[in-house]
């Protein structure tokens, strides 16, 4: 049945998730991410799952790993100081390739910083915030109703590429309400995760098998038991000081992400067909971008907004491409110039501009208007 509800995104992000199958949360309360802990101790039970509240958010990080191991789609929810908190486990589940969600609801920082403001400062965190070379995919959505829909791709890529994912959404979007329809009885495609089949590899639980990038998941526990560690390790789980197999480990930890960007990768382009410039935008940000692009095309003016959905893997193709076509570039974000980094990285035929913010204030679409409107 379809239901009309006015939702906050945090809670729109609870009900994607557990429309994607999510059956655990654990979590520690932190503004301004919290009532996606909230909802998610009232939604769980009603759906046969469990929420448990941790004592801080490394053990809350850790907690998750564990039920993902044992079969169960897993969430957090944390902010900035949160996350940084979480990234040596984050490391611990790329290494071990256990499926997991990560919400991170960005505020104002450095440390404690402004909690209730918006912001977009851990884009980078997200990005290499663990040690060691790995690659990451991180969402970011722009309205409520994509923390539902995308918190179900979200869950879809970790299962898919058996990796953490990073949902990255920001206090604008977190604590926006919006009105969104949920169609309780709606079929939408849920990845569920591969398992091992084949009685010879049951000894090898990080075998990838002939045309995939991924090795099939064993859940442990169970009839079949396998380690699980941290260190570098072979196709048997068990810790190697081999430096060829180490190499080919990381590799394809880097690879099975690297070369499926065109299947990860997602943005939105909106009147980019005939324009002159054209504004970066993704998450929260957004929503002043597109106001202040259709206040100008009515002027007449030839500008257009490129918005990455997926930040992580950066959708540097799609981006280069449009480069090609444009005059002038402006990257507009709530921080002191994150993405910026990644467009002056790719783009080197055209003018680069930025807008941004790090008072904890909202950039509005007067300030891109008139950003637009200096551009020589």
């Avoid at 939702?7 to 998730?17: D, L």
Wanted: net charge negative; charged share 25%; proline share 5%.
């Amino acid at each position: 049945m379809k239901n009309k509800v006015l939702m906050q995104g945090n809670e729109a992000c609870v009900e994607g998730a557990i429309k994607a199958g999510m059956r655990f949360y654990a979590g520690y309360p932190i503004t301004p991410s919290t009532e996606i802990a909230e909802q998610s101790a009232v939604r769980l039970p009603q759906v046969g799952g469990h929420f448990i509240q941790m004592e801080d958010e490394i053990a809350s990080m850790a907690a998750i790993i564990g039920a993902s191991a044992v079969g169960t789609k897993s969430m957090t929810a944390t902010s900035g100081p949160g996350f940084s908190l979480k990234q040596e486990n984050i490391g611990y589940a790329c290494m071990t390739e256990i499926p997991c969600v990560i919400v991170d609801v960005q505020r104002a920082g450095p440390s404690t910083g402004l909690p209730t403001s918006p912001s977009q400062s851990d884009v980078m965190q997200a990005r290499w915030g663990t040690h060691g070379d790995h690659s990451i995919i991180a969402i970011s959505p722009s309205s409520v109703s994509e923390c539902y829909h995308l918190a179900i791709r979200a869950f879809n890529l970790a299962e898919k590429y058996r990796t953490p994912v990073i949902f990255l959404m920001d206090e604008i979007v977190g604590h926006l309400r919006e009105g969104i329809e949920i169609d309780d009885e709606e079929e939408v495609d849920i990845i569920e995760r591969k398992m091992k089949v084949c009685p010879e590899k049951l000894h090898l639980p990080y075998h990838v098998w002939e045309g995939e990038d991924v090795p099939r998941f064993h859940l442990t526990g169970y009839d079949i038991r396998y380690n699980i560690t941290g260190l570098a390790h072979g196709e048997d789980g068990f810790p190697t000081n081999n430096n060829e197999v180490a190499g080919k480990l990381v590799t394809r930890l880097m690879q099975k992400i690297e070369h499926n960007v065109d299947d990860i990768v997602q943005v939105e382009e909106k009147y980019c067909d005939d324009a002159e410039t054209i504004v970066v935008c993704y998450g929260g940000t957004a929503r002043s971008v597109m106001s202040a692009v259709d206040e100008l095309r009515a002027k007449g003016k030839k500008v257009g907004y490129f918005r990455p959905i997926t930040v992580w893997p950066f959708p540097e193709k799609q981006l280069l491409a449009l480069s090609k076509k444009v005059k002038n570039i402006i990257v507009a974000e709530h921080n002191y110039g994150q993405i910026l980094l990644e467009v002056q990285r790719i783009v080197k035929d055209c003018k680069i501009g930025f807008v941004g913010k790090v008072d904890g204030t909202v950039i509005t679409p007067s300030e891109i208007v008139k950003a637009v409107e200096e551009v020589k």
